[in-house]
């Protein structure tokens, strides 16, 4: 489990500061100020749960057998596809409409880092 969630909080950070670059450098001139927030606070939460991700694979490594870890990560890597690709979709689209599933995404975030917090209080010492 550490090393699938080590790889993709890698290739995710990867992407991160791919994304950030491609809207620094290729998306100024096409997408309005508001737009470019939009992206940017994809690429910031985006990179941020990368990290957070990347917390759960070492933790992961310590205590292959915690459940608990396992679902703190899937959900930190699905609050990241759907909360920050909803953002980056919306931003490159102008489909409004997705800005009703980047809540879902964020609620992932949220459960992510309360079951990470219920892992440290039962099972780390």
Same mark, same amino acid.
């Given at each position: 489990?550490?090393?699938?969630?080590?790889?993709?909080?890698? $290739?995710?950070?990867?992407?991160?500061?791919?994304?950030?670059?491609?809207?620094?450098?290729?998306?100024?001139?096409? $997408?309005?100020?508001?737009?470019?927030?939009?992206?940017?606070?994809?690429?910031?939460?985006?990179?941020?749960?990368?990290?957070?991700? !990347?917390?759960?694979?070492?933790?992961?490594?310590?205590?292959?057998d915690s459940a608990t870890l396992g679902?703190?990560?899937? $959900?930190?890597?699905?609050?990241?596809?759907?909360?920050?690709?909803?953002?980056?979709?919306?931003?490159?689209?102008?489909?409004?409409?997705?800005?009703?599933?980047?809540?879902?995404?964020?609620? !992932?975030?949220?459960?992510?880092?309360?079951?990470?917090?219920?892992?440290?209080?039962?099972?780390?010492?």
């Open positions: 489990m550490h090393k699938r969630f080590l790889i993709s909080a890698s $290739l995710a950070a990867f992407l991160a500061v791919a994304l950030g670059a491609f809207a620094a450098h290729g998306l100024r001139s096409r $997408l309005d100020e508001h737009m470019m927030e939009v992206f940017q606070t994809g690429v910031r939460y985006h990179f941020f749960h990368a990290i957070g991700l !990347s917390l759960i694979a070492l933790l992961a490594k310590q205590y292959p679902w703190a990560g899937w $959900l930190m890597l699905v609050g990241i596809l759907v909360f920050s690709g909803s953002l980056y979709l919306l931003a490159l689209t102008g489909l409004t409409w997705l800005g009703m599933i980047t809540p879902l995404g964020g609620l !992932s975030f949220l459960v992510s880092w309360l079951i990470l917090a219920v892992f440290a209080y039962r099972e780390a010492n």
